[in-house]
């Protein structure tokens, strides 16, 4: 009777245990990246791909968020660029792809007519700067008449390497201005030069303080807009060159002098000191970074007999610049 008792309390505790497990509710499937989410089930193929750069040598691109809808399935791709998906439907699939640094893309396919659910993704890096410059030039002068410049100057980069850029353009919403800027010898170089009469009412001082943009644009003609730079200074208070000047006779070795720039701002003299050979004038010489406290400079070498004339310019920490008109003399 007892072996009778311990046979039945086992039996019933199996009993017991299989109605427990069997009647535990499944799961909630509520999280997108759960693969059997909204009832789903895997159909037992995988997707694969790799995501790489545009052009070749087509590098593989590592740390992209990869995903994959109608079943908002997310993955990222390892650093061979590769990423996989259990599939859990067939039909019509959209995959989309984002990293930092690269235009974002999305495709249209159906895994099923993917022999070996794979596939390859090409990402198409963003242009971008690497240093920007905006800066005035004002140049005083006897004639025929003092010249303001704006120059803008900018260094950029691409993924794809520097081939890829197609053009920079520089643009001032406020005032509706919109320029292409100038190759320049270097592949990743642009520049654009701007004067007074490209402005409104030809006044150059309209442009301080408002937002400049750079738009870089790839050979894919996508573009990127950079942050916005300012321009906080024009110079146009010239410095004053004292001596020698009006043809005066010197030495082989003169010694310029010029007045004291008055300015609130951190600022250095440059000293330019020019040959006029047959009417033309051949820049010889030039001194920058001169400190403020300094209004004397001697030329450091012996010059033959000639015309010559000087220049004192004055450049903040901006690197706008302000230059004295000309001061000739000559050496006998």
Excluded at 128 to 137: F, H, I, T
Excluded at 229 to 250: C, D, G, K, N, W
Aim: hydrophobic share 35%.
């Amino acid at each position: 009777m007892i072996r009778l008792l311990k046979m039945l309390s086992i039996v019933g505790g199996l009993l017991l245990l299989v109605v427990g497990v069997t009647c535990v509710p499944e799961a909630p499937h509520s999280n997108p990246v759960d693969p059997y989410f909204g009832g789903n089930q895997p159909t037992g193929w995988m997707l694969s791909g790799m995501v790489l750069t545009r052009y070749e040598p087509h590098v593989p691109i590592g740390d992209c968020e990869v995903l994959l809808f109608p079943e908002r399935q997310f993955a990222r791709t390892d650093a061979r660029g590769t990423f996989s998906f259990p599939l859990q439907q067939s039909g019509e699939h959209q995959i989309c792809v984002r990293k930092e640094g690269f235009f974002p893309d999305t495709i249209i396919v159906n895994p099923d007519t993917l022999g070996e659910k794979t596939l390859n993704l090409y990402l198409d890096g963003q242009p971008y700067l690497l240093r920007a410059q905006v800066y005035s030039e004002y140049i005083d002068q006897w004639w025929p008449e003092p010249v303001t410049t704006i120059n803008f100057r900018v260094v950029a980069a691409d993924p794809d390497g520097v081939n890829d850029l197609d053009t920079i353009a520089m643009v001032i919403p406020e005032l509706e201005i919109h320029r292409v800027m100038g190759s320049t010898a270097r592949a990743d170089s642009f520049s654009l030069t701007l004067t007074g009469d490209d402005f409104p009412n030809s006044n150059p001082f309209t442009l301080i303080g408002k937002a400049i943009y750079f738009v870089l644009q790839d050979r894919s003609l996508r573009q990127v807009r950079s942050e916005p730079h300012y321009l906080f200074r024009i110079l146009e208070q010239s410095p004053h060159a004292i001596e020698p000047t009006s043809l005066q006779q010197v030495s082989p070795t003169p010694i310029f002098r010029w007045e004291p720039y008055p300015a609130s701002f951190t600022f250095q003299y440059e000293i330019e000191v020019f040959f006029i050979q047959g009417g033309i004038p051949i820049s010889i010489h030039r001194k920058t970074g001169i400190p403020p406290e300094q209004q004397e400079y001697q030329y450091p070498d012996s010059l033959p007999t000639g015309t010559y004339f000087w220049t004192v310019g004055v450049r903040d920490n901006l690197n706008n610049f302000s230059r004295s008109k000309e001061a000739s003399f000559v050496v006998p």
